[in-house]
């Protein structure tokens, strides 16, 4: 911006060097003094760096050869010096598509001239003292303006921009900034009563761009979310029952935050008084999934005694289980429709065993949407409550051949490290379930995804398998084990009590064991029958251990608001209760007897 370095050839002819150059320049019309080189020059010599010129301005150069004080013709060429770079380059407003940008124009004697080109790409590294024309950017834009606006941009994302001054193709320096959109509003998907009408539970989508957190907010209650959070279900306990309460949901980016978006959330009606304090408490992602934080429980009025299990299994007994019965038809009545718009897409028609087994919006487990393939995001797989996690279990269907590489998409995004197997592959002639693991050392390859059958164990009623799942591009691989067990029937019970409680057991003491990674996946063919029993057999006896007291009804009831006919049939009721009496048997709290095993119908196949 303050040099300009002139070259050229020495003159043709038959005379010989040492020639005398002799150079002059006009600055836009202004004569200078002209510089002589009084030295003796050859060849090597044709050339000048002329100094302290004025940074954007236009020069016109004259140079002349001599010798032997005879002088040739001029020769002129008219260039420009750089101008000097912009400054106080800042960020002056911002939207979650656009940024605004204002700077100042260089002191230079004809900055009124100057063109500004503004340069932008996604990413952290700003251009600064390089040349701007030598990188690539997503845009360019020009302006004889010190004010320029960057629109059609993605929100919460971080861009570098550049801006640099130019005249007649001469460019200066660059100047650089990091900025970033502001983020983009979440969309709340749903808002529903649980826990007896002593909480909600939120669900929103992940906005577009970047995001770093929530900030969530209900009946005047703040706590902050973590960015795994959209796309789950996050619960809120300790509120009133009957009440209608306004919850909003905030993003947070690079400490910018979005429109909130808003919600009421009336929670349901229910006889109980006692309430636990209010803990929105942002649950913390563990392995994939959201950790919930532990609120004041009160026991359900369905909650039985341990010393009383059995005088109330005998009192259902009575009359043909006449109080079953009523138990079974109560947990239909009382359960709730509640939307699936998802599962019921054409698009996702294809994913779904069976016709009248379908998650619910708020509750199902999304999967990472494909670009350009609709529908990608959906598996039929729920999320259903433990004793204390409200994720603690999935629970779907036995998978199609159509739907295996979405299986092993779950357990991958998921990072499940335990898979739960309750029916066979084939069933009175009938598939229940694709063979998803390989047969044999060969292994199985779905997409990115590749599994490896590494072992397993027979027994008599279960099989244990170990398998390696690997994701072909990260390089990464998860330990996934089978727990399949192989004697229970479909459309009935198990004959006996016994090989079901141990098979529980040994699934227990893995699962307390295993802590890493996100929910087991349990599966029978449709996902809530054989599916929701072993659920809640399991749930129901560390009740027992814990509180001395144990639920069924309560608790099929609150697992079918996560997914619908959650231990489907009366026989699978009645055989839960057989199984929580036979464990009390087994564990001398109650006199031996003999249970009884029942069978009841059926599905509907699509």
Known sequence: NSSITLSWTAPMGPGRPPYTYWVSWVMEGIMVISTQDSRVANTSDTRITVEQLEAGSFYTFTVQAERNGVSSDNRSLTEATAPNRVTDLHKEAQTNSSISLRWKAPTDPHSQAY????????????????????????????????????????????????VWAERSNVASSAQGLLESTAPSPVTITSCMSTFGGHGVVLTWSCPRGGYEAFELQVGGQQDSQNRSSCGKWVSVWGLWPAQSYSATVTTIWNGMRAPSASVTCPTENTVAKTIGKLQARAPEADGGRLRAGVCAKTSSSEDILAEDFADHVRKNEKDNNSGFVEEYQRLALETRRQSQTVALDPENSTKNRYRNVFPYD????????????????????????????????IATQGPLRQTVGDFWRLVWEQQSRTLIMLTN????????????????????????LQVTLEGEEVLEDWTVRDLTLQHMQEQKTLPVRQFHYMTWPDHGVP?????????????????DQTTEGGPPIV????????????????????????????????????????RPLMVQTEAQYVFLHHCILRFLQQSGRVPPDNGVAYENPLYENV
Request: aromatic share 12%.
């Open 115 to 162: 063109t500004y080109w503004v340069q932008w790409a996604t990413g952290g590294h700003p251009q600064g003292d390089h040349d701007p024309r030598g990188h690539h950017a997503n845009q360019i834009g020009e302006t004889s303006h010190t004010y320029y606006e960057v629109q059609a941009l993605e929100p919460g994302t971080l861009y570098s921009f550049s």
């Open 362 to 393: 708020w509750s199902r487990v999304p999967l990472k949407a494909i670009q350009e393939e609709p529908g990608s995001d959906y598996i039929n797989a729920s999320f259903v409550p433990g004793l204390k996690n409200p994720q603690e279990f």
């Open 425 to 448: 592959c084939v069933e009175s002639g009938q598939v229940k379930c694709e063979h998803y693991w390989p047969l044999d050392a060969k292994p199985c390859t779905y997409g990115h």
């Open 495 to 511: 004959h006996s009590t016994d090989p079901l409680l141990a098979f529980q057991k040994v699934l227990r003491q893995w699962l």
């Open 523 to 562: 599966h029978c063919s449709a996902g809530v029958g054989r599916t929701g029993t072993l659920i809640a057999l399991d749930v129901l006896l560390r009740q027992l251990d814990q509180d001395q007291r144990v639920g069924p009804f309560s608790y099929v009831q609150k697992m079918r608001e996560s």
